[in-house]
């Protein structure tokens, strides 16, 4: 075996006398699971579809784990990861571990269908919310936790994959999340009473923890690693009593696997010495995201050294990473190398990509990639002996660029567009895509492949695009769109025109469920050579009297959904990307399209996780989109949407915007957003979504009536517009034509009653 490491527990230890397992040299703490060709993605959707089992779906995620657990090893890692492997989301999965399934949906059927309901719902019953993990693009499933939350540990699946490498002859290293981040993720269940926090339950849950401990140890499980990424973000000396508490008695669990505890996306700061404090064995420390100072905290401990990057696709400098390494081993027992985060996040192998240009190539490193540099970072720093790494002065902040030129107060602006666009009270509209047929995919395709020549497939976009604007007349929406039928992604189509990025073929990262995205590369300076959106703006203009809204993707988005050069501040990039922006709000006003929505689900996203430093990126995430609309006159109504990201906790950025309307996801959160004394008090446009675009369901008229009853009683008639959470891309046109029909009913319905 390779090299590894290996101690024996202070003699006089009253908690295990047992010697401490080794830890491997170089680790990863998780790995990509939908499958190098999305095998993941298509085995989920026939299953969705009826056309296959779940016991055809459970073949295929034991294939995957093999086919995973097999190239690891080949890759030179020893001691894999287990249990990193979902049908679905990993947060949804521990809720399953622990027994908090909420009770309705437990008539749902077997365990697959209880599953899947409440991560995508079933009949006559939503989905829990999703909303984003930590600062990624990654959606992960919200648990929901009451004071009578069962807690009852279910620990087939960890047990399953731990037995399914150990039949290869690998011994691996079960994660879960740990009890405090699962429970700082949560919510509490809709019938809880006020001030309840499902952190109350952390003593209850850490008996579910402790059977799964012993569960996983009974297999023979050496090490388990528990995933707290949420103490990265500030927490209050209640909840790190809690967490010192909490790993104190699960680490004096009697016969327990020896206990890692993973910190990623960020600085564990003042946790590091809580953590350090308890029985844990091991701790991982994210530094590429944090810093090396307080370190010596590690003392005694094996500390798992986060260098080589989870969240971007560049290669690691072993002249950066070494130092690094040897400024952790100053401090600790033992120190494995291992990467900063779970690889999710990055796609599987840079091999599968042979378009790109070499000069880029070179520059760049996927998970597998990513594998083989811990593995030699690991076996250099056996032999290194050079300085341990110094923290360079903190560089000098310059000023934020201007938000461009204002444009004129809300209420001039508003009364120009009302003469011009003359909109009923409670305007109906969607927030920009529409199906993607296989047909224009496979289109697309064939025009990569050579097959199909660009004009054909041109074609076929105005086709599909007339399609959509009658299909909007019939249904009787007032705000049409195009449908974005000529778009592969939101991102990766701008990404596409600009210079500056390059796009990758197989490069796919998981984005919920089945769907993943490819992210561009953003490797040099943003520039729009020509015109993106505009003719088919202006085709689709051309095919109706009613209002079609021209469709962007803000600066920040296409930044946060791309991996980004990290030679230049991120804010300098966004600025780039916004002028590129702006060169088109410009244009397309030019060419006549009365409405621009510049999308931004991203915003809430890219805040830092501490709140240092959230005013000042939100100061020039704000400005950036300024000044990407700012060059739009009154008369042009800028329309922005977010969605899926807790968006309700900064409606004061939002408002920032400045936006003439803002498209917010509401349906699938339950309608929290409603609750925000801000949205009260909110001055322009606002449609708070009637409907849940992820879910297959099609909500029927009263459940939109509802909705739009709940958003009047917050939300001036003159100033709510009806629409759903979010594009509808996903959705089949039998779905979305059901689904709008009944929207714009219920719409109808309750302008008459005004
Ligand atoms: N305009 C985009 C669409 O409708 C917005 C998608 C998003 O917010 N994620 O698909
Ligand atoms: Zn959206």
Request: negative net charge.
């Amino acid at each position: 075996t390779a090299v590894s490491i290996r101690r024996r527990s202070d003699e006089g230890d009253s908690v295990s006398a047992a010697p401490e397992p080794s830890f491997p040299a170089a680790t990863i703490l998780g790995y990509p699971r939908i499958g190098p060709r999305r095998e993941l993605k298509r085995a989920l959707e026939s299953y969705w579809e009826g056309a296959t089992t779940a016991e055809e779906l459970r073949a295929t995620g034991r294939r995957l784990r093999e086919a995973s657990w097999r190239r690891l090893a080949a890759l030179g890692l020893e001691g894999p990861p287990s249990n990193t492997f979902s049908l679905y989301d990993q947060v949804l999965d521990t809720a399953v571990l622990l027994g908090a399934v909420p009770e309705r949906y437990r008539r749902a059927g077997g365990p697959e269908e209880v599953y899947f309901a409440m991560a995508r719902g079933a009949d006559g019953l939503a989905p829990l919310r999703m909303t984003k993990w930590f600062d990624t693009n990654y959606h992960y499933i919200v648990p929901e936790i009451g004071p009578d939350t069962a807690f009852v540990a279910d620990p087939a699946k960890p047990v399953g994959e731990f037995r399914e490498a150990l039949a290869l002859g690998l011994r691996t290293r079960p994660v879960l999340i740990g009890p405090i981040t699962f429970l700082l993720l949560a919510e509490a269940a809709p019938d809880a009473p006020a001030g309840f926090a499902p952190f109350d339950r952390l003593a209850d849950v850490l008996g579910a923890y402790e059977d799964v401990l012993r569960a996983l140890a009974a297999e023979g499980a050496e090490w388990v690693q528990l995933d707290e990424p949420a103490l990265v973000a500030d927490r209050t000396p209640e909840e790190l009593a809690a967490t010192a508490a909490a790993y104190d008695r699960l680490g004096t669990l009697p016969g327990r696997p020896a206990l890692f505890v993973a910190s990623y996306f960020g600085d564990l700061g003042p946790a590091l010495p809580v953590l350090a404090r308890t029985p844990v064995e091991a701790i991982g420390v994210d530094l590429v995201r944090g810093g090396v100072s307080g370190l010596a905290a590690l003392a005694g401990k094996t500390a798992v050294a986060g260098v080589v990057s989870g969240r971007d696709v560049w290669r690691t400098d072993p002249e950066r990473a070494l130092p690094l390494l040897a400024a952790v081993r100053k401090h600790a027992a033992r120190v494995a190398v291992s990467t900063s985060c779970s690889l999710l996040h990055v796609p599987y192998d840079l091999d599968a990509e042979t378009g790109l240009d070499p000069a880029l190539r070179e520059r760049l490193a996927f998970a597998d990639q990513k594998v083989a540099e811990v593995v030699e970072l690991a076996r250099r720093l056996a032999g290194y002996d050079g300085p341990p790494y110094q923290a360079p002065p903190a560089p000098v902040e310059t000023a934020a660029p201007p938000a461009g030129a204002g444009r004129s107060p809300y209420p001039v602006r508003a009364a120009a567009q009302a003469a011009h666009l003359r909109l009923p009270p409670l305007p109906t509209t969607t927030i920009g895509s529409f199906p993607q047929t296989e047909e224009l995919r496979a289109a697309r395709a064939a025009v990569a492949a050579g097959t199909l020549p660009v004009e054909e497939y041109d074609e076929r976009v105005r086709a599909e695009i007339e399609r959509v604007i009658r299909l909007q007349e019939r249904l009787g929406l007032d705000v049409l769109v195009h449908g974005e039928p000529e778009r592969n992604d939101m991102v990766q189509y701008f990404a596409e025109h600009l210079d500056g990025f390059a796009v990758t073929r197989h490069g796919w990262v998981q984005s919920y469920g089945s769907r993943c995205t490819r992210p561009p590369i953003l490797y040099g300076d943003v520039r729009r050579p020509a015109p993106i959106t505009v003719r088919w703006a202006r085709y689709a203009a051309s095919l109706t009297d009613r209002p079609v809204k021209g469709m962007l993707t803000g600066p920040v988005t296409i930044v946060a959904w791309s991996f980004v050069r990290d030679d230049l501040p991120l804010r300098d990039v966004v600025f780039q990307v916004a002028d590129a922006i702006r060169e088109e709000v410009r244009d397309l006003e030019a060419a006549g399209v009365p409405i621009i929505q510049v999308d931004e689900p991203a915003l809430r996203e890219m805040m830092p996780l501490r709140r240092e430093g959230r005013d000042a990126y939100l100061a020039w995430a704000v400005a950036a989109y300024r000044r990407a609309t700012s060059g739009a006159g009154d008369r042009t109504q800028i329309h922005t949407h977010l969605c899926y990201s807790d968006a309700d906790q900064i409606l004061d950025a939002i408002d920032g915007l400045d936006a003439d309307v803002t498209s917010i996801e509401s349906a699938r959160s339950h309608g929290r957003i409603l609750g925000e004394p801000a949205l009260r008090d909110f001055p322009r446009g606002i449609g708070p979504g009637v409907y849940d675009i992820h879910s297959p369901r099609v909500p029927d008229e009263a459940e939109v009536e509802k909705a739009l009853r709940a958003a009047l009683e917050v939300v001036p008639p003159d100033r709510l517009w009806v629409n759903p959470d979010c594009g509808l891309k996903t959705r089949t046109y039998p779905q979305v034509e059901a689904s709008l029909a009944n929207i714009v009913a219920a719409a109808r319905r309750l302008r008459a009653a005004l």
